[in-house]
Structure formats: structure tokens, C-alpha cells
């Protein structure tokens, strides 16, 4: 699988899978021990975001993910 973070290779059996979506090993650790002050905090939220938003809004509250992305 491809990582959601990196877009490098996620190993099936050490990544964190989810929703058909992959964080592989590294992002992972990097993820629980990124501060929200450091660079690339932003951008990994907004990837999660983005993942959680096309899953549970991305039908029933279009406008509402829609707005907020602008
Ligand atoms: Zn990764």
C-alpha cells in the first residue's frame, strides 16, 4: 500500500491501516511525536482531514466540507 504521509511503500503488516488508507511504520512514529508547533504538523493534518472528510462528510455535508476547504 502507499503511505497516506509519504507516498512511500506501506508494509501491509507494520503500517497503520485504516479506511483503506496506509500510514506506513516511520510516519506513524513521526505523527505521535510531532508537536503542533513544528513544520509539517499542518500538512499532516490536513491530509487526515482530508481522509476523514471523504469518509464521513464527503456525501451527506458536501457544501460543509467545501466551505471549510476554501
Ligand atoms: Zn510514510
Known amino acids: ?3 497516506l504521509m509519504c507516498q512511500g511503500v506501506a508494509e501491509e503488516d507494520r503500517c497503520l491501516c485504516f479506511w483503506g488508507a496506509a500510514i506506513c ?4 512514529v513521526r505523527l505521535m511525536e510531532l508537536g ?8 499532516q493534518v490536513r491530509a487526515f482531514r482530508l481522509l476523514w472528510q471523504r469518509r464521513f462528510l464527503g456525501t451527506r455535508d458536501y457544501h460543509l ?3 471549510d476547504q476554501a
Open 1 to 3: 500500500m502507499e503511505c
Open 25 to 28: 511504520s516511520a510516519c506513524e
Open 36 to 43: 503542533v508547533d513544528e513544520p509539517g504538523y499542518d500538512t
Open 65 to 67: 466540507v467545501e466551505g
